[in-house]
Protein backbone atom coordinates (compact mmCIF):
# COMPACT_ATOMS: atom_id res chain seq x y z
CA UNK A 1 0.00 0.00 0.00
CA UNK A 2 1.37 3.77 -0.97
CA UNK A 3 1.50 6.14 1.37
CA UNK A 4 -1.12 8.35 0.57
CA UNK A 5 -4.06 5.58 1.44
CA UNK A 6 -2.20 5.27 4.57
CA UNK A 7 -2.28 8.66 5.92
CA UNK A 8 -5.67 8.74 4.67
CA UNK A 9 -6.24 5.92 6.83
CA UNK A 10 -4.90 7.74 9.69
CA UNK A 11 -7.14 10.98 8.54
CA UNK A 12 -10.34 8.33 9.47
CA UNK A 13 -9.01 6.99 12.54
CA UNK A 14 -8.36 10.14 14.19
CA UNK A 15 -12.22 11.60 12.63
CA UNK A 16 -13.03 8.61 14.25
CA UNK A 17 -10.97 8.58 17.79
CA UNK A 18 -11.95 10.52 20.39
CA UNK A 19 -9.05 12.53 21.15
CA UNK A 20 -8.74 14.27 24.90
CA UNK A 21 -7.04 17.85 25.14
CA UNK A 22 -6.02 19.62 27.65
CA UNK A 23 -7.93 23.50 28.98
CA UNK A 24 -3.86 24.51 28.80
CA UNK A 25 -3.28 23.74 25.22
CA UNK A 26 -0.13 22.53 25.76
CA UNK A 27 -0.49 19.05 25.79
CA UNK A 28 -0.65 16.45 23.01
CA UNK A 29 -3.99 14.93 22.47
CA UNK A 30 -4.27 11.56 24.10
CA UNK A 31 -6.75 8.39 23.32
CA UNK A 32 -9.13 7.33 26.18
CA UNK A 33 -7.73 5.39 27.85
CA UNK A 34 -3.96 7.56 28.15
CA UNK A 35 -6.33 10.31 29.14
CA UNK A 36 -7.67 8.35 32.07
CA UNK A 37 -4.53 7.13 33.03
CA UNK A 38 -2.95 10.76 32.89
CA UNK A 39 -5.41 12.32 35.16
CA UNK A 40 -4.31 15.47 35.51
CA UNK A 41 -2.72 16.39 32.10
CA UNK A 42 1.36 17.26 32.38
CA UNK A 43 0.64 20.69 31.27
CA UNK A 44 -1.26 21.37 34.96
CA UNK A 45 -4.26 21.73 32.94
CA UNK A 46 -7.59 19.06 32.76
CA UNK A 47 -8.34 16.91 30.34
CA UNK A 48 -11.11 17.43 27.81
CA UNK A 49 -12.50 15.72 24.56
CA UNK A 50 -11.45 17.60 21.44
CA UNK A 51 -14.91 18.10 20.99
CA UNK A 52 -18.36 16.99 22.48
CA UNK A 53 -20.76 14.56 20.98
CA UNK A 54 -24.44 15.46 20.65
CA UNK A 55 -26.76 12.46 22.06
CA UNK A 56 -30.04 14.00 20.90
CA UNK A 57 -30.77 11.39 18.79
CA UNK A 58 -30.19 8.94 20.87
CA UNK A 59 -32.47 9.80 23.30
CA UNK A 60 -35.53 8.52 22.43
CA UNK A 61 -33.67 5.06 22.59
CA UNK A 62 -32.06 5.72 25.62
CA UNK A 63 -35.24 5.96 27.83
CA UNK A 64 -36.32 2.61 28.44
CA UNK A 65 -32.87 1.50 29.72
CA UNK A 66 -31.40 0.62 32.99
CA UNK A 67 -29.01 3.55 35.21
CA UNK A 68 -26.08 0.48 33.85
CA UNK A 69 -26.66 -0.35 30.58
CA UNK A 70 -26.92 3.66 30.43
CA UNK A 71 -23.78 4.17 31.57
CA UNK A 72 -22.31 1.61 28.85
CA UNK A 73 -23.43 3.74 26.32
CA UNK A 74 -22.16 7.15 27.51
CA UNK A 75 -18.51 5.12 28.08
CA UNK A 76 -18.80 3.47 24.77
CA UNK A 77 -18.96 6.50 23.08
CA UNK A 78 -15.90 8.11 24.69
CA UNK A 79 -14.18 5.19 25.84
CA UNK A 80 -13.66 4.44 21.76
CA UNK A 81 -9.94 2.35 22.43
CA UNK A 82 -11.65 -0.28 24.59
CA UNK A 83 -13.88 -3.03 22.87
CA UNK A 84 -17.16 -2.91 23.47
CA UNK A 85 -18.02 -6.46 25.21
CA UNK A 86 -15.33 -5.17 27.21
CA UNK A 87 -16.80 -2.02 28.52
CA UNK A 88 -19.96 -3.99 29.27
CA UNK A 89 -18.38 -5.99 31.69
CA UNK A 90 -16.47 -3.19 33.29
CA UNK A 91 -19.58 -1.19 34.54
CA UNK A 92 -22.48 -4.21 34.46
CA UNK A 93 -19.65 -5.84 37.49
CA UNK A 94 -19.41 -2.25 38.99
CA UNK A 95 -23.02 -1.57 39.43
CA UNK A 96 -23.77 -4.88 40.39
CA UNK A 97 -21.65 -4.45 43.58
CA UNK A 98 -24.59 -1.30 44.53
CA UNK A 99 -27.03 -2.86 47.37
CA UNK A 100 -29.94 -1.45 44.95
CA UNK A 101 -31.24 -3.09 42.19
CA UNK A 102 -32.04 -0.16 40.10
CA UNK A 103 -29.12 1.26 41.16
CA UNK A 104 -29.61 5.26 41.34
CA UNK A 105 -33.49 4.89 42.37
CA UNK A 106 -35.40 8.11 42.23
CA UNK A 107 -37.52 8.49 45.37
CA UNK A 108 -40.82 11.17 44.53
CA UNK A 109 -40.95 13.72 47.55
CA UNK A 110 -44.24 15.76 45.36
CA UNK A 111 -42.13 18.72 45.04
CA UNK A 112 -39.03 17.21 45.05
CA UNK A 113 -37.50 13.79 43.19
CA UNK A 114 -34.25 12.75 44.97
CA UNK A 115 -31.64 10.24 43.00
CA UNK A 116 -30.11 7.91 45.60
CA UNK A 117 -26.13 8.03 44.64
CA UNK A 118 -25.58 6.41 47.89
CA UNK A 119 -25.96 2.75 46.87
CA UNK A 120 -22.59 1.58 46.34
CA UNK A 121 -19.87 -0.04 48.88
CA UNK A 122 -18.83 3.21 50.53
CA UNK A 123 -22.34 4.79 50.85
CA UNK A 124 -21.33 7.71 48.88
CA UNK A 125 -22.04 8.85 45.31
CA UNK A 126 -18.52 8.82 44.34
CA UNK A 127 -18.69 4.60 44.26
CA UNK A 128 -20.76 5.36 40.72
CA UNK A 129 -17.56 6.80 39.27
CA UNK A 130 -14.85 5.09 41.50
CA UNK A 131 -16.17 1.48 40.74
CA UNK A 132 -15.79 1.79 37.30
CA UNK A 133 -12.76 3.58 37.24
CA UNK A 134 -10.97 1.29 39.52
CA UNK A 135 -12.22 -1.56 36.92
CA UNK A 136 -11.16 0.84 33.82
CA UNK A 137 -7.44 1.11 35.40
CA UNK A 138 -7.54 -3.05 36.01
CA UNK A 139 -7.79 -3.41 32.38
CA UNK A 140 -5.45 -0.49 31.40
CA UNK A 141 -2.76 -1.83 33.43
CA UNK A 142 -3.25 -5.52 32.90
CA UNK A 143 -3.58 -5.62 28.89
CA UNK A 144 -0.30 -3.10 28.76
CA UNK A 145 2.26 -5.16 31.44
CA UNK A 146 2.51 -1.72 33.71
CA UNK A 147 1.77 -0.93 37.60
CA UNK A 148 -0.22 1.92 38.17
CA UNK A 149 -0.33 3.43 42.06
CA UNK A 150 -3.30 5.94 42.79
CA UNK A 151 -2.71 9.01 44.67
CA UNK A 152 -5.71 11.14 45.51
CA UNK A 153 -6.09 13.71 47.78
CA UNK A 154 -9.74 13.84 49.93
CA UNK A 155 -11.96 15.81 52.03
CA UNK A 156 -14.02 12.65 53.52
CA UNK A 157 -15.83 10.20 50.75
CA UNK A 158 -13.56 10.18 47.72
CA UNK A 159 -10.79 8.42 49.55
CA UNK A 160 -12.70 5.63 50.68
CA UNK A 161 -14.68 5.16 47.61
CA UNK A 162 -11.17 5.29 45.60
CA UNK A 163 -9.95 2.35 47.95
CA UNK A 164 -12.87 0.76 47.79
CA UNK A 165 -12.24 0.88 43.72
CA UNK A 166 -8.79 -0.25 43.94
CA UNK A 167 -8.50 -2.55 46.94
CA UNK A 168 -6.81 -5.95 46.32
CA UNK A 169 -6.97 -5.08 42.38
CA UNK A 170 -3.89 -6.58 40.19
CA UNK A 171 -1.00 -4.71 39.43
CA UNK A 172 -2.27 -1.39 41.78
CA UNK A 173 -2.10 0.41 44.58
CA UNK A 174 -3.37 3.35 46.33
CA UNK A 175 -2.02 6.20 48.70
CA UNK A 176 -4.76 8.95 50.14
CA UNK A 177 -3.81 12.14 52.02
CA UNK A 178 -6.58 13.39 54.14
CA UNK A 179 -6.43 16.01 56.44
CA UNK A 180 -6.22 14.44 59.64
CA UNK A 181 -9.26 15.16 62.10
CA UNK A 182 -11.23 16.69 59.19
CA UNK A 183 -13.08 14.06 58.06
CA UNK A 184 -15.91 12.20 60.41
CA UNK A 185 -14.66 9.61 62.21
CA UNK A 186 -16.70 7.43 59.81
CA UNK A 187 -15.39 8.80 56.80
CA UNK A 188 -11.56 7.96 58.35
CA UNK A 189 -12.74 4.52 59.67
CA UNK A 190 -13.83 3.50 56.59
CA UNK A 191 -10.85 4.53 54.98
CA UNK A 192 -8.10 3.00 57.73
CA UNK A 193 -10.23 -0.49 58.21
CA UNK A 194 -9.40 -1.68 54.85
CA UNK A 195 -6.51 -4.55 55.06
CA UNK A 196 -5.62 -5.27 52.02
CA UNK A 197 -2.09 -4.05 51.22
CA UNK A 198 -1.95 -2.23 48.63
CA UNK A 199 -4.12 0.30 50.80
CA UNK A 200 -2.46 3.39 51.97
CA UNK A 201 -4.00 6.22 54.28
CA UNK A 202 -2.20 9.08 54.88
CA UNK A 203 -3.28 11.48 57.64
CA UNK A 204 -1.99 14.71 56.85
CA UNK A 205 -1.96 17.36 59.50
CA UNK A 206 -3.06 20.34 57.62
CA UNK A 207 -6.42 21.08 55.70
CA UNK A 208 -8.30 18.88 52.66
CA UNK A 209 -6.32 22.05 50.65
CA UNK A 210 -2.92 21.73 52.16
CA UNK A 211 -3.40 17.75 50.96
CA UNK A 212 -5.11 19.23 47.29
CA UNK A 213 -2.03 21.56 47.35
CA UNK A 214 0.54 18.49 47.58
CA UNK A 215 -1.07 16.06 45.10
CA UNK A 216 -0.68 18.69 42.56
CA UNK A 217 2.84 19.04 43.11
CA UNK A 218 3.70 15.12 43.24
CA UNK A 219 1.76 15.35 40.06
CA UNK A 220 4.15 17.86 38.58
CA UNK A 221 7.04 16.14 39.74
CA UNK A 222 7.02 14.45 36.12
CA UNK A 223 10.14 12.36 36.91
CA UNK A 224 8.52 11.16 40.24
CA UNK A 225 5.01 10.85 38.83
CA UNK A 226 6.39 8.43 35.87
CA UNK A 227 9.44 6.13 38.14
CA UNK A 228 6.37 5.40 40.51
CA UNK A 229 3.57 4.81 37.88
CA UNK A 230 1.26 7.39 40.17
CA UNK A 231 -2.26 8.63 38.44
CA UNK A 232 -5.40 10.13 40.15
CA UNK A 233 -8.56 9.08 41.01
CA UNK A 234 -10.20 12.34 42.83
CA UNK A 235 -12.78 14.00 40.56
CA UNK A 236 -10.51 15.27 38.02
CA UNK A 237 -10.25 12.42 36.47
CA UNK A 238 -12.19 12.50 32.90
CA UNK A 239 -13.74 8.33 33.58
CA UNK A 240 -15.15 9.80 36.90
CA UNK A 241 -17.26 12.80 34.87
CA UNK A 242 -18.38 10.44 32.21
CA UNK A 243 -19.86 8.30 34.91
CA UNK A 244 -21.84 11.11 36.78
CA UNK A 245 -23.11 12.20 33.43
CA UNK A 246 -24.83 8.51 32.70
CA UNK A 247 -27.04 9.18 36.15
CA UNK A 248 -27.93 13.03 34.64
CA UNK A 249 -29.19 11.75 31.80
CA UNK A 250 -31.22 8.67 33.35
CA UNK A 251 -32.33 10.86 35.83
CA UNK A 252 -33.62 13.20 32.67
CA UNK A 253 -35.45 10.46 30.95
CA UNK A 254 -37.59 9.52 33.70
CA UNK A 255 -39.42 12.72 32.89
CA UNK A 256 -41.28 14.16 29.42
CA UNK A 257 -40.20 17.35 30.37
CA UNK A 258 -37.25 19.51 30.72
CA UNK A 259 -35.94 18.46 34.27
CA UNK A 260 -34.12 20.90 36.94
CA UNK A 261 -31.18 19.02 39.03
CA UNK A 262 -29.91 20.45 42.69
CA UNK A 263 -26.33 19.46 43.23
CA UNK A 264 -24.70 19.73 46.66
CA UNK A 265 -21.37 21.73 45.47
CA UNK A 266 -17.65 21.23 46.58
CA UNK A 267 -15.14 20.63 43.91
CA UNK A 268 -17.38 20.95 40.88
CA UNK A 269 -17.25 17.87 39.70
CA UNK A 270 -20.48 16.25 39.84
CA UNK A 271 -22.41 19.70 38.48
CA UNK A 272 -19.52 19.67 35.80
CA UNK A 273 -21.19 16.32 34.86
CA UNK A 274 -24.60 18.09 35.05
CA UNK A 275 -23.48 20.69 32.65
CA UNK A 276 -21.86 18.34 30.20
CA UNK A 277 -24.77 16.01 30.05
CA UNK A 278 -27.04 19.28 29.38
CA UNK A 279 -24.25 20.80 26.96
CA UNK A 280 -24.49 17.13 24.94
CA UNK A 281 -28.23 17.01 24.83
CA UNK A 282 -29.94 15.63 27.79
CA UNK A 283 -33.42 18.20 28.67
CA UNK A 284 -32.49 19.71 31.47
CA UNK A 285 -33.44 22.62 32.30
CA UNK A 286 -31.67 24.01 34.85
CA UNK A 287 -28.72 23.04 37.59
CA UNK A 288 -29.03 24.39 40.48
CA UNK A 289 -25.68 24.57 42.44
CA UNK A 290 -25.69 24.34 46.15
CA UNK A 291 -22.33 25.13 48.60
CA UNK A 292 -21.91 25.66 51.98
CA UNK A 293 -20.46 28.37 53.77
CA UNK A 294 -17.19 28.05 51.78
CA UNK A 295 -19.35 29.61 48.98
CA UNK A 296 -16.75 30.61 46.49
CA UNK A 297 -18.73 29.26 43.78
CA UNK A 298 -21.92 30.62 44.79
CA UNK A 299 -20.33 33.90 44.68
CA UNK A 300 -18.63 33.40 41.59
CA UNK A 301 -22.29 32.21 39.62
CA UNK A 302 -23.68 35.32 41.15
CA UNK A 303 -20.94 37.82 40.70
CA UNK A 304 -18.29 36.32 38.08
CA UNK A 305 -15.54 36.81 40.21
CA UNK A 306 -13.51 34.19 41.58
CA UNK A 307 -12.41 34.64 45.16
CA UNK A 308 -10.80 32.40 47.50
CA UNK A 309 -11.80 32.80 51.22
CA UNK A 310 -11.09 30.80 54.14
CA UNK A 311 -11.84 27.49 54.17
CA UNK A 312 -14.25 26.93 57.20
CA UNK A 313 -15.22 23.59 58.82
CA UNK A 314 -19.14 22.64 58.38
CA UNK A 315 -21.40 19.93 58.82
CA UNK A 316 -20.91 19.06 55.49
CA UNK A 317 -17.01 18.25 55.43
CA UNK A 318 -16.81 16.85 52.26
CA UNK A 319 -18.14 20.54 50.47
CA UNK A 320 -15.26 22.20 52.59
CA UNK A 321 -13.69 23.42 49.67
CA UNK A 322 -12.31 26.42 48.04
CA UNK A 323 -10.14 26.27 45.58
CA UNK A 324 -12.47 23.92 42.91
CA UNK A 325 -10.29 21.39 40.96
CA UNK A 326 -12.98 20.85 38.08
CA UNK A 327 -14.05 24.66 38.12
CA UNK A 328 -11.27 25.30 35.37
CA UNK A 329 -12.94 23.06 33.30
CA UNK A 330 -16.32 25.13 33.00
CA UNK A 331 -14.10 28.01 32.93
CA UNK A 332 -12.55 26.52 29.77
CA UNK A 333 -15.49 26.20 27.93
CA UNK A 334 -16.94 29.62 29.13
CA UNK A 335 -13.62 31.26 28.01
CA UNK A 336 -14.57 29.94 24.59
CA UNK A 337 -12.23 26.64 24.68
CA UNK A 338 -9.60 29.30 24.37
CA UNK A 339 -6.27 27.86 26.46
CA UNK A 340 -4.69 31.60 26.59
CA UNK A 341 -7.16 33.10 27.91
CA UNK A 342 -8.07 29.93 30.58
CA UNK A 343 -3.94 30.50 31.01
CA UNK A 344 -4.27 33.81 31.72
CA UNK A 345 -7.40 33.34 34.68
CA UNK A 346 -5.96 30.34 36.10
CA UNK A 347 -2.12 32.56 36.97
CA UNK A 348 -3.97 35.82 37.84
CA UNK A 349 -5.96 33.49 40.57
CA UNK A 350 -3.00 31.62 41.81
CA UNK A 351 -1.11 34.74 41.70
CA UNK A 352 -3.94 37.47 43.49
CA UNK A 353 -6.36 35.12 44.66
CA UNK A 354 -9.07 36.81 42.51
CA UNK A 355 -10.05 36.27 38.96
CA UNK A 356 -12.95 37.43 37.24
CA UNK A 357 -14.66 36.63 33.81
CA UNK A 358 -16.23 39.82 31.84
CA UNK A 359 -19.68 39.83 31.74
CA UNK A 360 -20.44 36.63 34.63
CA UNK A 361 -21.95 33.58 33.31
CA UNK A 362 -25.14 33.93 31.01
CA UNK A 363 -28.32 32.90 32.16
CA UNK A 364 -28.12 30.21 29.16
CA UNK A 365 -25.69 28.46 30.69
CA UNK A 366 -28.56 26.97 33.30
CA UNK A 367 -26.45 27.19 36.80
CA UNK A 368 -28.42 28.87 39.60
CA UNK A 369 -25.98 28.75 42.20
CA UNK A 370 -26.94 29.59 46.09
CA UNK A 371 -24.70 28.88 49.53
CA UNK A 372 -26.54 27.30 52.51
CA UNK A 373 -25.24 28.40 55.74
CA UNK A 374 -25.81 25.43 58.65
CA UNK A 375 -29.23 26.64 60.63
CA UNK A 376 -30.29 26.58 56.63
CA UNK A 377 -29.23 22.65 56.16
CA UNK A 378 -30.21 21.44 59.56
CA UNK A 379 -33.98 22.96 59.39
CA UNK A 380 -33.62 21.68 55.52
CA UNK A 381 -33.14 18.40 57.36
CA UNK A 382 -35.53 18.30 59.81
CA UNK A 383 -38.65 20.13 57.43
CA UNK A 384 -38.01 17.05 55.25
CA UNK A 385 -38.42 14.82 57.76
CA UNK A 386 -41.04 16.33 59.61
CA UNK A 387 -43.27 16.53 56.20
CA UNK A 388 -42.55 13.32 54.40
CA UNK A 389 -40.31 11.05 57.16
CA UNK A 390 -37.48 11.03 54.72
CA UNK A 391 -33.72 11.84 56.19
CA UNK A 392 -30.51 13.41 54.05
CA UNK A 393 -27.59 13.57 55.25
CA UNK A 394 -26.06 16.98 55.61
CA UNK A 395 -24.29 17.68 51.94
CA UNK A 396 -27.66 16.78 50.57
CA UNK A 397 -29.65 18.71 52.50
CA UNK A 398 -27.29 21.59 51.29
CA UNK A 399 -29.14 20.77 47.97
CA UNK A 400 -32.46 20.25 49.19
CA UNK A 401 -32.75 23.95 50.64
CA UNK A 402 -30.78 25.20 47.26
CA UNK A 403 -33.71 23.70 45.63
CA UNK A 404 -36.12 25.25 47.72
CA UNK A 405 -35.36 28.66 46.60
CA UNK A 406 -35.86 28.11 43.07
CA UNK A 407 -40.00 26.87 43.36
CA UNK A 408 -40.55 27.62 39.79
CA UNK A 409 -38.17 25.34 38.11
CA UNK A 410 -40.54 21.96 38.36
CA UNK A 411 -39.94 18.76 38.24
CA UNK A 412 -36.70 19.09 40.18
CA UNK A 413 -34.05 16.15 41.03
CA UNK A 414 -32.24 16.49 44.20
CA UNK A 415 -29.00 14.54 43.81
CA UNK A 416 -28.09 12.93 47.18
CA UNK A 417 -24.66 12.33 47.67
CA UNK A 418 -24.09 10.46 50.87
CA UNK A 419 -26.32 8.10 52.99
CA UNK A 420 -27.51 9.92 55.93
CA UNK A 421 -25.47 6.80 58.53
CA UNK A 422 -22.40 8.65 57.22
CA UNK A 423 -22.89 11.83 59.72
CA UNK A 424 -25.15 10.30 62.13
CA UNK A 425 -24.27 13.22 64.49
CA UNK A 426 -25.69 16.29 62.65
CA UNK A 427 -28.16 14.38 61.11
CA UNK A 428 -29.54 12.94 64.54
CA UNK A 429 -29.56 16.46 65.78
CA UNK A 430 -31.41 18.17 63.49
CA UNK A 431 -34.55 15.12 63.17
CA UNK A 432 -34.60 14.89 67.35
CA UNK A 433 -34.63 11.32 66.84
CA UNK A 434 -31.47 8.43 66.33
CA UNK A 435 -32.17 7.90 62.48
CA UNK A 436 -29.03 7.90 61.21
CA UNK A 437 -27.81 4.04 61.14
CA UNK A 438 -26.39 1.58 58.34
CA UNK A 439 -25.50 -1.98 59.11
CA UNK A 440 -22.29 -1.78 57.41
CA UNK A 441 -20.92 1.02 59.04
CA UNK A 442 -22.00 -0.11 62.49
CA UNK A 443 -19.73 -2.99 61.53
CA UNK A 444 -16.95 -0.87 61.31
CA UNK A 445 -15.99 0.07 65.09
CA UNK A 446 -13.44 -1.58 66.89
CA UNK A 447 -11.55 -3.28 63.47
CA UNK A 448 -7.82 -2.39 63.08
CA UNK A 449 -6.88 0.60 61.61
CA UNK A 450 -4.24 1.08 59.14
CA UNK A 451 -2.57 5.09 58.65
CA UNK A 452 0.14 6.96 58.94
CA UNK A 453 0.46 10.97 60.09
CA UNK A 454 2.69 13.10 58.25
CA UNK A 455 3.51 16.70 58.11
CA UNK A 456 2.04 18.86 55.10
CA UNK A 457 5.04 19.02 53.18
CA UNK A 458 5.80 17.41 49.55
CA UNK A 459 9.10 15.83 50.23
CA UNK A 460 8.27 13.98 53.08
CA UNK A 461 5.10 13.01 51.39
CA UNK A 462 7.15 11.71 48.90
CA UNK A 463 9.72 9.67 50.63
CA UNK A 464 6.83 7.88 52.30
CA UNK A 465 5.61 7.03 49.23
CA UNK A 466 8.76 5.97 46.81
CA UNK A 467 9.25 2.85 49.09
CA UNK A 468 5.76 1.43 49.06
CA UNK A 469 5.10 2.24 45.44
CA UNK A 470 7.25 0.14 43.76
CA UNK A 471 8.49 1.09 40.05
CA UNK A 472 6.34 1.10 37.18
C1 LIG B 1 -17.61 14.67 47.10
C2 LIG B 1 -18.84 15.01 47.79
C3 LIG B 1 -19.50 16.20 47.54
C4 LIG B 1 -18.96 17.24 46.57
O1 LIG B 1 -18.93 16.79 45.26
P1 LIG B 1 -18.05 17.59 44.18
O2 LIG B 1 -18.02 16.69 42.99
O3 LIG B 1 -16.71 17.76 44.80
O4 LIG B 1 -18.74 18.87 43.93
C5 LIG B 1 -20.68 16.43 48.19
N1 LIG B 1 -21.18 15.56 49.07
C6 LIG B 1 -20.59 14.39 49.35
C7 LIG B 1 -21.18 13.47 50.34
C8 LIG B 1 -19.40 14.07 48.71
O5 LIG B 1 -18.80 12.92 48.97
Not at 147 to 170: E, P
Not at 236 to 254: K, S
Not at 306 to 335: C, H, K
Not at 378 to 394: C, F, K, N, Q, T
Request: glycine share 8%.
Amino acid sequence: MGAAPGRLLDALLQFLNMRYISTRGATPPLSFQDAVLTGLAPDGGLLLPEALPSFADRLNDWRALPFPELAVEVFARFADDIPRARIEEIVRSAYATFRHPEVVPLVDLGRLQVMELFHGPTLAFKDVALQVLGRLFEHIVTARGTRLNVLCATSGDTGSAAIAGIRGRAGMGVFVLYPEGRTSALQELQMTTVPDENVHCIAIDGTFDDCQRIVKAIFNDLDFKAKHGLGAANSVNWARVLAQTAYYLHGALRFDEPVSFSVPTGNFGNILAGYLARAMGAPIDRLVLGTNDNDILARFFQTGVYSVGETRRTISPSMDIQVASNFERFVYYRLGCDPAALQAFMTTFAAEGVARIDGGVPEDEGILATAVDEPATMAAMSELYARSGYVVDPHTAVGVAAASRFPEYQPMICLAAAHPAKFPESVDRAVGEAVARHALLDGLAGKPQRKTLLPPDLETVQAFIAPRAGEA
